[in-house]
């Protein structure tokens, strides 16, 4: 967990220094989408080889080999920041190769824990998990915010992530995993789509999962921050750091409230509550121009995200068979991959054509729409409860 908590405050300092630095650049929001595009397409071309290699290969030596090419890039970014970059393209090119190795590293995290956790501490492993995950989410951003402020270069924040990608290969060459036999599958298109089959099969799993897709596809303000700490709220890099924390901090607070408190048999219903308050969070958000109330709205977006989290990850991983979790987590990488970066993607475009704050709010109120039509379009999601 180490290891993982750096890998994510590692990522989330470099992305306020990547977002910072091509927003002066250009000015333009459409880049700020082009920064999550850039790191998504790759995503949608290699997760079917990508769960394949997390099922056929040992999924602590993907990991590993990872965490290295997750410190190569950080130092790529280095070198061309230090170079004097002039313009985006060099610094799309090192996200794309950066999209290439989240879209391995993906879904062999995903399906590590239940390796690490027994079955019957899943769940609260999973919420623990993730408050350890959004607290390197708050921390993250806030050191890069105040290392880019600081130095008014994305020099140091490049070389801090570079640092914390090789220590967390260190802390991970340590770990020791639970052995489990699988058989090695021969490589064909039968076997790497199987995951898809299995999901679509699982109405129960592809309405949790569509649902995380739409409703963060439509509600993802997090792409168009640097316009809100420039131009809107007037608080800097440093505050934009803070800003991006803000959702990981009210997602700390609600991982710990469902690890001592699970949603049980009414799993579902929160999932849905969830959803929808982050819809009403992201509109609160777009339309507050109080740097308190904005930073309280995201808080409640993080929030509300965590409880959809962590029903929908121990839906996944205890509904699939180990020797399918890689594939399964493939497919659900990229339904987040597409909720996250093509929604940055969404909401640049969007804001390009309508205005930063329209975009937001546009956005929220899908969101809310995509709850109230899955709620009628998968019945089962309303009854679903994790205590069997």
């Known amino acids: 967990m180490t290891a993982r908590s750096l890998i994510t405050a590692a990522s989330e300092m470099q992305a306020v220094a990547v977002a910072w630095q ?189 649902l995380d897709l739409f409703a963060v596809l439509l509600g993802g303000a997090v792409a168009l921050l640097p316009v809100y700490a420039h131009d809107i709220l007037h608080v800097g890099a440093q505050g934009l750091g803070i800003l991006r924390g803000a959702p990981g901090a009210g997602a700390v607070v609600m991982a710990i409230v469902v690890a001592h408190w699970p949603p049980g048999k009414h799993a579902g219903l929160a999932m849905l509550g969830g959803v929808l308050g982050f819809g009403i969070g992201t509109v609160i958000f777009g339309l507050s121009h109080y740097f308190l109330l904005s930073l309280a709205a995201l808080a409640m977006c993080g929030a509300c995200d965590m409880v959809s989290v962590i029903v929908r990850h121990t839906l996944v991983q205890m509904d699939t068979p180990d020797s399918m979790r890689g594939r399964v987590s493939a497919v659900n990488m990229v339904f987040i991959g597409a909720s996250n970066e093509v929604g940055q993607f969404e909401s640049g475009i969007t804001a390009q054509w309508f205005g930063t704050v329209p975009a937001v709010v546009l956005g929220g109120l899908g969101t809310i729409a995509v709850v109230i039509a899955w709620a009628r379009l998968f019945p089962a999601m309303r009854s679903f409860r994790l205590n069997k």
């Open 22 to 210: 091509v927003f002066g650049l250009t000015h333009r929001p459409l880049d700020l989408g082009l920064v999550g595009l850039a790191q998504f397409l790759p995503g949608i071309l290699l997760f079917l080889p990508a769960g394949h290699a997390a099922d056929h290969f040992p999924r602590k030596q993907v990991l590993a080999c990872c965490y290295g090419a997750f410190a190569l890039c950080s130092l790529l970014l280095f070198v061309l920041t230090l170079n004097g970059v002039k313009t985006v393209w060099p610094i799309f090119a090192a996200l794309t190769f950066n999209g290439v190795v989240r879209a391995f590293n993906g879904p062999a995290s995903q399906s590590i824990l239940p390796l690490i956790v027994p079955e019957e501490h899943f769940q609260n492993a999973v919420s623990w998990a993730s408050s350890i995950f959004q607290t390197s989410v708050i921390i993250g951003p806030t050191i890069g915010g105040i290392l880019y402020g600081w130095s008014g270069s994305a020099l140091p924040v490049y070389a801090a992530a570079a640092t914390a990608y090789l220590v967390s290969f260190m802390l991970f060459a340590r770990v020791q995993l639970t052995p489990v036999s699988r058989v090695r599958m021969p490589i064909s298109l039968e076997t790497v789509f199987e995951g898809m089959r299995f999901i679509w099969r699982n109405k129960l799993l592809l309405g949790a999962m569509s």
